[in-house]
């Protein structure tokens, strides 16, 4: 019933299981267990022991479902997840909200769009909280040119913020003998960025494909909280269209591709139902609760957010061109404006009526 995660076998879902191989290979995992079966009677029994052996806590609850982190659909922020857990109690109820989340709406628009279904078993992991001094994600290929370069976007303390794209984050990019980096916050040292690209690397080598690595630092050490393939890595280098209209905004490029559609500003779930299909939905920043509006998209465009966040991930996997970081775009782009989104060079310029 209780798994722990260094034994979490097919049933515990591919998030436990990816874990439990990185604890055997010697990576630093946060401690835990899998409910493997959430709907059977019994494990609330089991829960409050359990926690015990893990410590006084605080505990993160986060799901493992059948059909999650596989490695053509990712189902990146579309169960639910609770941090800080502090009580048995608490815990037992976030256990129960994450299993019910893969039949939210949320989770199924994802599944409709990608044609990869949701399925009813989600099995859930609890682990210790890691209290860290940054976190983020990091991609062992570049999502939207496909070079064989690490992508690492960081923030100060938990990187759930930068997951959901409510921060625009500090960004490095680390090739073989290159190393930049963008949007600085101090949220990294450069020796703490050439470590975790090294990590990355050999969490690459220990599955054999190209992998999307959620990490956090704390003590002066990595930890992995998440490893599944990438889901969307380019083949070629994708290139920007010359486009002849005017700039209305720039932002980073973080889904490939163009496309043209009428601007429609949406600064909450009140305004959902003015949106309609082949829409460019411009937005503040976006949730898993607006992944309906992404399933509908002909582009999105974001004032804040990374190419490494949840919203980014499910844009590149429904092919729909995504600007994030456009400062401004909720002003500066009317409603019912026509325009051109390009997602390879991170623009949005002015249409005419007869854009394709």
Known sequence: MLVPLADAHAR?????????????????????????????????????????????????????????????????????????????????????????????????????????????????????MVDPEAAGVAFTRHPVTGAEQVVIEATTGLGDRLADGAVTPERWTLGRDVVTSSRGAGALTAWQALDLAEAARRIEDLFGCPQDIEWAIAGGKVWVLQARPITTTPHTAARPVTAAGQVLVAGTAAGPGTAAGRVRLIAGLDDFGRFTAGDVLVCRTTSPAWTPLLARAAAVVTEIGGMLAHAAIVAREFAIPAVLAAEGAMTVLADGRRVLVDGTGGTVTAADEETA
């Open 12 to 128: 515990c879902g591919a998030k436990a299981t990816h874990l439990g191989r990185l604890l055997r290979a010697g990576f630093a995992v946060p401690d835990g267990f899998v409910i493997d079966d959430p709907r059977a009677e019994g494990w609330e029994h089991e829960l409050a022991p359990a926690l015990r052996r893990l410590g006084r806590g605080p505990f993160a609850v986060r799901s493992s479902a059948l059909g999650e982190d596989g490695s053509e659909a990712s189902f990146a922020g579309q169960l639910h997840t609770t941090l800080n857990a502090t009580t048995p109690a608490r815990v037992a109820e976030a256990v129960r909200r994450t299993a019910a989340s893969g039949s939210s709406r949320e989770a199924t628009a994802y599944a409709a769009r990608t044609v990869h279904p949701a399925r009813e078993l989600v099995p859930v992991i609890v682990q210790v």
